[in-house]
């Protein structure tokens, strides 16, 4: 680290781009962000900084965004940094809309983002995006669940289920051992279901604190309100309830 | 020779435009839609320049999709009007403007009233009860100032419109192969099958 | 000293991923002089303290916390007024082009996100130190009524019901908690911004001349207008809240 992090898209000796490194701890402060594919749909949820009282939630900017009609779009990492790259990914699809016809694939999507976040860890007098993004949807006239993942570095990749931001690890571990790839969530319900459940890994203060959003085949994007989530977050509660008093019953009788 | 023609009546808002392409002395194509949704509550139809038309009216709507998604949030006829005006006022006054003549047709669900935009390729826009571009107007205004009421159903204006497109095949000297009807109200655009 | 290395340059991120450039920005604005907005339900108020540097200078001329953007907006700054001058300007320019183009007003939200992009952009791109200002935007649209924001150096932008920015911030965000209902009217909200203003002021008294005062509220035929009142309103309204006389009270008591 002598000098090799100060001008931006410079080596180390050993090989280190240390900007698009520290940018990716700009991702870990960031609040966390889950992606998860179900059968028959995509939910993306993200932890939402803690609300303070008087903030007003009607006009405070969400997480996740429309990109187009059939995308979504959710990022840990630098607030203002993400808002750029959305903008310029909502009018590249709409450009390719214009010069092709076709709405944009997800795929071609995530790569034209992660091409702009490559571009600024190699150009001059810029930094990179302090942004991990998570993008979900199904191309036109499809019906196959997609979701990518973007990095800071321009590097991108398909999950079936994926986290970034902080606490990623142990959401991440959460989803490893509770999603079965050979039998993700049957609907819409269950996906859900266990988006809420892996962020409660992470976010203590419940409903209020989530961010739900739903995409599925024919741009059906739905954003759930805090009720909706809170009847998630209750049902998960009280199945935890359940699960620890059954615990305790069959070691009752164990230990005498 | 295309046919542009707008009504509106009541609760809504009735759009007509010709089917046939035509170049030179040949009909090229006789099913042919001149208009494009701007958003869901805001139709464009146009006429001009071959090519200039599409082009212009494809960008507009991109332009419009765009802001709808960046903002949540449709616009009104009317600013939307104004964005198409301030367009071609910009583009009058490059080296090729674009040749096109437009008429937009929207329900402004904020105030729950139809709205209909006369806009040339000179930049005027005025709101009209009814307007047409071309040689339409000549032979369907008599029929319009005679029959228009304000107040209108959207099922009368449909008739005052068979009317009309009746006086264009009775007196048109040209087949323009029958019309495209769509009708914007506040349920959104919807075609009109059998006129 | 660990950090210098990384605070030269705005467009560096730290090796835990922060931006020194504009941690050093907020820290310049905690101590400009605060500025509070308080959303009614019938109305916004923008309270500023400027701080007085000497008796000589011309008070009643003008203006320097609070400032309108529009026939629906104003802003309360706090931070570096030159930068902040340059941003009202662009923003006065943009709210017109978006009259010019849709013959209607800008909605707010649009122009706070215009303001923060570009304050973003100085966060980025190289060479560039960020803006030293944050605001609190005063707005009213068609769409969502009456509308609370603040954006910082950042670039990030929130909306609130009540918020305060620069010097003592946490202490008048504390009174403002306490005292904020849903449900209060301009009235009270005019003697809430007082109230917290000369609670939270590092001066022995709140003085007419110290504070600036503006109110965004619908008059005759529901048209929304703005005031920015003079020193002599301010010190009626001083007057009426209470506070000129209690500061004479408080005077004398610190004299015992």
Redesign the interface.
């Known amino acids: 680290?002598s000098g090799y992090?100060?001008a931006?898209s410079i080596f180390s000796p050993d090989g280190h781009i240390?900007?698009v490194e520290?940018?990716?701890?700009?991702?870990?402060?960031g609040t966390c962000s889950v992606g998860i594919k179900g059968e028959d749909c995509v939910v993306l949820g993200c932890e939402r900084r803690s609300t303070l009282?008087?903030?007003?939630?009607?006009?405070?900017?969400s997480k996740i965004s429309?990109?187009?009609?059939h995308i979504i779009l959710s990022f840990s990492g630098?607030?203002?940094?993400s808002?750029?790259l959305i903008?310029k990914a909502?009018?590249e699809?709409?450009?390719h809309?214009?010069t092709l016809e076709d709405p944009v694939s997800i795929e071609y999507l995530t790569r034209y983002i992660a091409g702009v976040q490559q571009r600024?860890t190699q150009s001059?007098?810029?930094?990179?995006?302090?942004v991990s993004t998570l993008i979900a949807g199904f191309d036109p006239n499809d019906n196959k669940p997609r979701l990518y993942q973007t990095e800071p570095s321009g590097i991108y990749s398909s999950w079936t289920a994926q986290t970034i931001g902080r606490n990623s690890k142990t959401v991440r571990e959460f989803l490893e051992n509770n999603y079965n790839k050979d039998e993700p969530p049957k609907n819409k319900e269950e996906c859900i279901k266990l988006t809420v459940k892996s962020l409660l890994e992470v976010v203590q203060t419940g409903a209020k604190n989530i961010e739900i959003t739903v995409v599925r085949p024919n741009n059906d994007i739905i954003t759930l309100d805090n009720d909706e989530i809170d009847k998630y977050v209750q049902e998960i509660e009280q199945e935890k309830k359940q699960q620890q008093e059954e615990d305790k019953k069959k070691k009752k009788p164990s230990s005498t | 020779m295309d046919i542009i023609l707008g009504i509106k009546v009541k609760d809504s808002v009735i759009l007509a435009t010709s089917k046939a392409v035509t170049r030179g002395i040949s009909v090229l194509k006789d099913d042919d839609d001149k208009s494009r949704e701007l958003s869901t509550h805001t139709l464009m139809t146009f006429t001009g320049e071959a090519g200039d038309t599409v082009q212009f009216a494809e960008y507009i709507q991109a332009n419009i999709q765009l802001h709808d998604i960046r903002e949540n949030y449709e616009l009104s006829p009317n600013a939307v009007s104004s964005f198409v005006r301030q367009e071609l006022a910009k583009s009058l006054r490059t080296r090729k403007p674009f040749q096109v003549n437009v008429l937009i047709g929207g329900y402004d669900i904020k105030t729950e009233s139809p709205e209909l935009y006369q806009i040339d390729y000179l930049g005027t826009k005025v709101s009209l009860p009814y307007a047409a571009h071309g040689y339409s107007g000549f032979y369907t205004f008599s029929l319009l100032d005679h029959h228009y009421r304000s107040d209108m159903t959207t099922e009368d204006g449909l008739k005052l419109l068979k009317l009309c497109i009746e006086e264009l095949e009775r007196r048109m000297p040209v087949d323009f192969k029958g019309v495209i009807v769509k009708i914007v109200d506040k349920e959104g655009i919807r075609v009109v099958d059998d006129l | 000293m660990g950090s210098r290395r990384y605070d030269s340059r705005t467009t560096i991120f730290s090796p835990e991923g922060r931006l020194y450039q504009v941690e050093y920005a907020l820290e310049s604005i905690s101590h400009a002089g605060t500025a509070i907005g308080i959303m009614a339900e019938d109305g916004i108020v923008l309270a500023a303290e400027r701080k007085v540097t000497s008796t000589l200078l011309e008070q009643d001329t003008s203006t320097e916390k609070l400032y309108k953007l529009n026939d629906n907006i104003t802003v309360a700054v706090a931070g570096l007024t030159a930068d902040a001058e340059i941003l009202i300007n662009t923003a006065r320019v943009f709210a017109q082009n978006y009259l010019q183009t849709y013959n209607e007003d800008i909605p707010v939200e649009v122009l706070v996100r215009k303001l923060s992009d570009i304050k973003q952009g100085y966060t980025q791109h190289g060479g560039l130190r960020p803006f030293g200002v944050s605001f609190i935007y005063a707005g009213y649209d068609e769409r969502l009524g009456y509308q609370l924001f603040t954006s910082n150096p950042s670039g990030n932008y929130t909306g609130w019901k009540a918020i305060s920015v620069g010097a003592n911030t946490s202490a008048a965000q504390t009174l403002l908690q306490m005292e904020f209902k849903d449900d209060i009217k301009l009235e009270g909200a005019i003697e809430l911004a007082l109230k917290t203003l000369s609670k939270t002021t590092d001066s022995s008294a709140l003085t007419y001349d110290r504070v600036e005062f503006a109110t965004i509220k619908k008059g005759e035929n529901n048209k929304v207008y703005q005031k920015i009142y003079k020193p002599e309103e301010i010190k009626q309204l001083l007057s009426k809240a209470g506070i000129t006389k209690k500061s004479e009270d408080g005077e004398d008591t610190a004299m015992n």
Not at chain 1, 78 to 81: C, E, G, H, K, P
């Open positions: 680290m992090d100060r931006l240390f900007q520290y940018a990716l701890e700009a991702v870990k402060r009282k008087l903030q007003d939630t009607r006009i405070t900017p429309k990109i187009d009609n630098l607030n203002a940094d808002r750029i903008e909502r009018i699809a709409q450009s809309k214009l600024y001059g007098g810029v930094r990179p995006f302090g």
